[in-house]
């Protein structure tokens, strides 16, 4: 692809007693970064992913290239200006296309669901228990699927140069249908590494509750596990659900992971909507919400500094309120 960035090394090993990484949003290049963006009707495929029409610092000579082409050769300067203490990365966050337990929790209300039937593995018609897509999850991924075919031939922009996904199954294949058949770099294919750390929010709802490895493997067979992936869940937690200081302390650790080890500069994450609104705090990103199928990109500055930095151990669970008796069964969620 012309144009095409120089991938940032991976920063040296850190003394973890002395120094961590810390992470900030870098703002001016996107309109989610702005507060007077309104997230609540936000599309990315009506916002170019949202990237700002403007002129860069040296650009002058570039006015023929896209809009995207121009940010890719930015971020290569932030990273090329930069000493080795200094990192930045681009982040494609996807949420999951709609699934079953999102049918199901729109149905049921979300107190009945976070009460009763967010435990269940499902009712007489539905199952959501690391729930799949809907029909309209799929078409939300195909949409995807088009809008970066779109870009790749009108904006030439960077297609992900590293792939990383939940490993439950909504996310697994939202992230199919959305890169799959693509126009790729065949020296960057869409192969995505299942990581178990950018997973939803852990414990008690069983849609949150992933499938075995076996199972996982059966329904994409070429796509690699971290290493030290266990067979069965070993997160979940039947009765105590993850708090989101919990959560962000698992998502920066997930961060620590892919920017401590990950040499590439453009990533793919292809997640849920609570990993990634604790993606964003720990980013330091104003709050975003995102619907089911939709993607933001956010460029982050990932900087050595002093210290042990936030928290690093477990954090904490609550356990779960319950209904005394279950609601009212429906038939049918049609």
């Known amino acids: 692809m012309s144009g095409e960035a120089p991938t940032a090394q991976p920063m040296s090993p850190m003394k973890s007693e002395v120094e961590y990484l810390e992470y900030t949003t870098v703002p001016g290049y996107f309109q989610q970064d702005d507060r007077a963006t309104n997230d609540k009707i936000f599309d990315y495929t009506k916002t170019n992913f949202g990237l700002i029409e403007r002129s860069y610092e040296g650009q002058a000579e570039e006015s023929q290239k896209t809009q995207w082409e121009k940010f890719e050769l930015e971020v290569a300067r932030l990273n090329r200006e930069s000493d080795d203490s200094v990192q930045y990365k681009v982040l494609f966050l996807g949420r999951h296309g709609e699934g079953y337990h999102n049918v199901a929790e729109a149905f049921y209300g979300t107190k009945d669901w ?44 960077q297609t992900p140069q590293s792939y990383y996904t939940s490993p439950l199954l909504r996310c697994m294949a939202t992230a199919s249908i959305t890169f799959s058949g693509l126009d790729l770099p065949r020296d960057r294919p869409f192969k995505p590494l299942i990581k178990e750390l950018i997973r939803e ?134």
């Open 201 to 334: 929010a852990i414990g008690a709802h069983t849609c949150d509750r992933r499938s075995s490895k076996s199972v996982i493997h059966g329904h994409y067979p070429d796509w690699p596990f971290e290493e030290g992936f266990a067979e069965e869940d070993p997160l979940w937690d039947a009765e105590l659900r993850e708090s989101d200081e919990a959560m962000d302390i698992r998502l920066r650790k997930a961060l620590d992971e892919v920017f401590g080890t990950d040499e590439n500069t453009w990533i793919s994450i292809s997640s849920h909507s609570g990993a990634i609104g604790s993606t964003l705090r720990v980013l330091g990103h104003r709050v975003f919400s995102l619907g089911t199928g939709q993607v933001i990109p956010v460029l982050v500055k990932a900087e050595k500094a002093a210290g042990t930095g936030p928290p690093r151990e477990k954090g904490p669970y609550f356990k779960v309120p319950t209904c005394p008796k279950p609601p009212p069964v429906i038939t049918s969620l049609a």
């Open 114 to 157: 976070d009460c009763y039937w967010s435990l269940q593995d499902g009712n007489e018609t539905s199952t959501w228990a690391d729930a799949l897509l809907t029909s309209i999850g799929e078409a939300q991924a195909q949409k995807a699927n088009k809008f970066w075919q779109s870009l790749i031939e009108t904006q030439k922009i």
